[in-house]
């Protein structure tokens, strides 16, 4: 079964700083990984998606995740956070074609500071 | 275009009672499902649909039910609320390989 891990329940950043939020996942067969963004008190928007292909996914708002097969790794990175940008972020897999059976990870709270 | 609708945004109930979320998609999408938002447990998936008539347990179904009688619509009822079922719940819907689209929830109090 697949499972997602988030390894870091909250990154507090100063604005304009770097960020890498982590996220491991397991599975044995194909996998497709997503990250959303949860800001508060609205639902879940997509922040970028793996399917195939290239293993860098650009995403919106200058979020970016590299996908590493050996080291079985999602990790989101963004080179300069706002203050915008504090939410929470989930890491999202499943294994096989079903996107509507995803398994999430428990989160990772983004608090920037001026 | 409305996306994922879901009624109401805010409920509470007591012990024992019953009631139903609703969760309405103009897309046309195939796939609708149901999960439940914990503090720390991130989303859990409670039942999915993979079209009208067809549904099926997810991760945590027990207390919950469904049905998809239409390609729009997928209402999730609690029969006999409990304190446990306090959550944040959220309906999705994508269609084929497309990633989920999420409604703004339903934020549900059992007291």
């Known amino acids: 079964a697949q499972s997602v891990t988030q390894l870091d329940s909250q990154v507090p950043v100063f604005e304009e700083a770097p960020v890498e939020l982590r996220c491991n996942y397991s599975s044995s067969v194909s996998v497709y990984l997503f990250w959303y963004v949860q800001y508060p008190n609205q639902g879940l928007q997509l922040l970028l998606k793996?399917?195939?292909?290239?293993?860098l996914v650009k995403g919106i708002n200058g979020f970016e995740a590299e996908f590493n097969k050996s080291q079985t790794s999602f990790h989101l990175r963004k080179p300069s956070v706002h203050i915008s940008d504090t939410a929470e972020y989930f890491c999202a897999g499943n294994s096989g074609g079903s996107n509507y059976k995803l398994t999430f990870g428990k989160g990772t709270l983004l608090t920037v500071n001026p | 275009n409305a996306g994922v609708t879901q009624t109401p945004k805010f409920q509470v109930l007591k012990t024992g009672q019953s009631m139903t979320l609703q969760c309405a998609q103009d897309m046309n999408h195939e796939y609708m499902s149901w999960y439940r938002q914990d503090p720390g447990m991130g989303l859990r998936l409670i039942h999915y649909s993979v079209g009208a008539g067809i549904t099926d347990q997810g991760e945590v179904p027990n207390g919950y039910n469904v049905s998809r009688s239409t390609t729009e619509d997928f209402p999730l009822r609690l029969l006999s609320a409990a304190p446990s079922q306090t959550s944040v719940y959220f309906c999705a819907s994508s269609y084929r390989n497309s990633p989920l689209h999420f409604g703004n929830g339903t934020r549900l109090t059992v007291t």
């Open positions: 793996y399917l195939s292909g290239s293993t």
